[in-house]
């Protein structure tokens, strides 16, 4: 899949309709486009998020959020990507338009694909999303709704920070520490690899399954299944209730801070203690040490999902035990089955060996030979094979998985739970009395001036920030009520399933619950296959990617791809064998890391799409730099955009080693603060033109 052409009309600086023709040219596949800062680069790559996943492109990235939450709210946001010359001229439309070609939707032969969101700032409540398959309406797009369209065979939006990115921001995939944060990435991970959608279709057919079963219930089983599938809904309605109720808070709640944030900075100007630059950057530290605290509080909560285990110390090693001792068991009563089995053959053999006439042999001679022969296989052969006990008891039966995940946490207690928690107490303290001393900073420099405008102003200022709290407690609330009701589901739902286990299958259904008990046994080996392979082959990639990268080559001799259950986690080893702490990269290092993984992630998906990358050479030295234009851009995808800022982000001599691979140039260009306009250049003659035009602007 590649984009062909991109068109964007009144969306924020750029006015009237601007068209941009990606089109590949000779098989080379990179598309610079640059200008200078507050020109659009930024607003260019959130025009593309924004026409693909509307008021969802926050779910997209941490970056999307933030400038929504500025704005003060998605309303806000989208009511101000209104070109401030087209509203002048009461042109209130504006529209962001994609044409992809290349496009493989199964069943439906198509040689291009143009998705369109417009907006009208004054009489708009939602966008309009228009999907047209070579000129004409969708049936599809229509059928299922163009959201979900876009979704299932555009670009799911779990995956696709993998494809529109800021390169200095995606350190943070460096940065995953809670297990909230990693089981997102997981999902992520799941979703680019593949693995999600083999995962889906068994739960598919143990859906399919259990309703066949169901068919076959008596009345009493019957209502008990109604009961509980009604109570399942409820949970799931509830669940969704909660959600948009939260979506709606954050929402308001990012109003209610810009409108504190205006209202403080108002109250600064006016007792001119601080600058507005330095009011900014306060503003900043403080963001940045919310978020901190907000990811060690989600740490704290983990932990104490932890805690029950720990204090129950000697009851989980005992569970630990026995599942030990049921491995044990299976593997001695295997190998009790080929002693056995050996022994059977040997005597069966023996007794059809010919006999002299004369030897008689009696029964307890026989028993004996027998008996002796069982205990020499067993000394011989099987020497290692324990002795069964007789009264033990298979009571758990846990799969590997599920011991692999009781494993994983039994060790987590043992090794490093204690350390962690005292560590992760320590930083979120000291964290708390940062933020502290940081408002503290902010509040002192508010006015104290008692005009009666001050007055009202400290007043209102008062009121937003007790309903921002009181907008916090609220979505807590929800949140734990979330966690209650997913709890209910599962319990739920696993008593579906024990009900559903436990129904006769009609004969008539007989032979398909057959075929599909075959179908997901042959799936689920095919999936624990399939992770396997994707393990291996992601791992491989990752450490080509580091060793091409990094400079300090062998710093990264090893790479582990850890997937317990459906957490995905990827480890960094050192020769020693002992694991690189990714935080303790510096960011350039980290971003090398993050773009091996985004390289190996691209390169191991089915995913053919275009890659978007701004600032595209952030914190990379020389040598970094270099290794980037070299092997990175020329290789992710078959079609590359990037965003450089020129001489900074990408030198002459990057866009020289580049030049083999650019397709088209494009210069943003900046007429007045209301408009901008892309400019096709010839590649050859890009850098000087861009040095022409600003070398000597201030």
């Not at 494809?163 to 520490?177: G, H, Q, R, T, W």
């Not at 020499?376 to 009571?395: G, Q, V, W, Y």
């Not at 694991?579 to 303790?584: A, G, L, Q, T, Y």
Request: glycine fraction near 4%; proline fraction near 3%; hydrophobic fraction near 35%.
């Amino acid at each position: 899949m590649t984009i062909k052409e991109i068109e964007l009309n009144n969306f924020r600086i750029y006015k009237g309709s601007n068209l941009i023709d990606l089109s590949n040219i000779d098989d080379k596949n990179i598309f610079v486009v640059s200008g200078r800062n507050g020109f659009g680069k930024t607003t260019f790559l959130m025009s593309l998020v924004w026409c693909l996943y509307g008021r969802q492109m926050q779910d997209v990235d941490d970056i999307y959020k933030k400038e929504i939450d500025d704005q003060g709210g998605y309303g806000k946001y989208i009511g101000n990507s209104l070109n401030r010359l087209a509203k002048s001229e009461d042109d209130y439309n504006f529209h962001v338009s994609i044409t992809f070609t290349n496009v493989n939707i199964p069943e439906v032969p198509c040689k291009e694909i143009r998705i369109k969101r417009s907006y009208n700032a004054k009489t708009s409540s939602s966008e309009d999303v228009e999907v047209l398959i070579d000129g004409y309406p969708s049936e599809i797009a229509k059928e299922v709704g163009p959201e979900i369209f876009i979704r299932e065979f555009i670009m799911p939006i779990e995956i696709a920070k993998f494809f529109f990115f800021d390169a200095e921001k995606i350190v943070s995939l460096a940065e995953v520490n809670t297990p909230e944060q990693k089981r997102k990435l997981s999902k992520a991970y799941s979703e680019v690899l593949g693995i999600k959608k083999y995962e889906d279709l068994k739960g598919e057919l143990e859906g399919l399954q259990l309703k066949l079963r169901q068919d076959t219930a008596s009345a009493t089983e019957k209502s008990q299944l109604r009961i509980l599938e009604a109570e399942h809904q409820n949970c799931d309605d509830k669940i969704k209730d909660n959600e948009t109720k939260i979506a709606e808070l954050r929402e308001k709640r990012s109003e209610k801070n810009k409108e504190s944030r205006d209202i403080q900075e108002k109250l600064i100007k006016s007792g001119s203690l601080i600058t507005v630059e330095e009011l900014h950057e306060l503003r900043n530290q403080e963001e940045e040490l919310t978020k901190r605290q907000n990811e060690l509080q989600n740490q704290l909560k983990e932990s104490y999902d932890i805690i029950p285990f720990a204090i129950a110390g000697e009851k989980f090693l005992e569970v630990n035990d026995q599942l030990e001792n049921e491995t044990n068991f299976k593997a001695a009563k295997f190998k009790d089955e080929n002693v056995k089995g050996v022994t059977n053959k040997i005597l069966t053999d023996l007794t059809k060996e010919p006999k002299p006439e004369d030897l008689v042999i009696d029964y307890k001679v026989e028993r004996y030979f027998a008996d002796a022969f069982e205990k020499l296989i067993r000394k011989h052969f099987f020497s290692d094979t324990p002795d069964l006990p007789t009264d033990f008891k298979m009571l758990l039966e846990f799969s590997d998985s599920e011991k692999n995940e009781l494993q994983a946490l039994l060790n987590n207690i043992k090794y490093s739970f204690k350390e962690s928690f005292k560590r992760i107490t320590s930083e979120y303290n000291q964290t708390r009395n940062d933020l502290n001393s940081i408002r503290k900073k902010i509040r002192d420099a508010e006015t104290n001036q008692e005009s009666p405008m001050i007055t009202e102003f400290r007043n209102q200022k008062e009121l937003l920030d007790k309903e921002i709290i009181g907008i916090d407690a609220t979505i807590d609330s929800l949140n734990r009520e979330i966690g209650e009701f997913i709890n209910e589901r599962t319990q739920k739902g696993k008593r579906i399933e024990e009900l559903s286990k436990k129904l006769n299958v009609s004969e008539k259904n007989k032979a398909k619950d057959e075929l599909i008990t075959r179908n997901i046994g042959q799936l689920k080996d095919f999936i624990e296959k399939f992770k396997s392979k994707k393990k291996e082959s992601l791992e491989k990639q990752i450490l080509e990617g580091l060793e091409t990268l990094l400079h300090k080559k062998g710093f990264v001799k090893k790479v582990e791809v850890e997937i317990i259950g459906d957490t995905i986690d990827i480890v960094l080893k050192n020769v020693r064998g002992e694991e690189i702490k990714k935080e303790s990269l510096s960011k350039g290092e980290q971003q090398m890391y993050a773009t091996a993984l985004l390289r190996a992630l691209v390169e191991e998906s089915d995913i053919q799409f275009p890659v978007f990358i701004d600032s595209p050479m952030q914190k990379f030295d020389e040598q970094h730099a270099e290794n980037i234009v070299k092997y990175f851009y020329p290789n992710i995808s078959d079609q590359v955009v990037i965003f450089p800022l020129i001489n900074k982000e990408l030198t002459e001599k990057e866009y020289n080693i580049l030049s083999n691979n650019i397709a088209k140039t494009f210069l943003i260009n900046n007429i007045h603060e209301d408009k901008s306009e892309f400019l096709p250049l010839e590649p050859k003659d890009f850098i000087s033109t861009y040095n022409k035009m600003y070398n000597n602007a201030n």
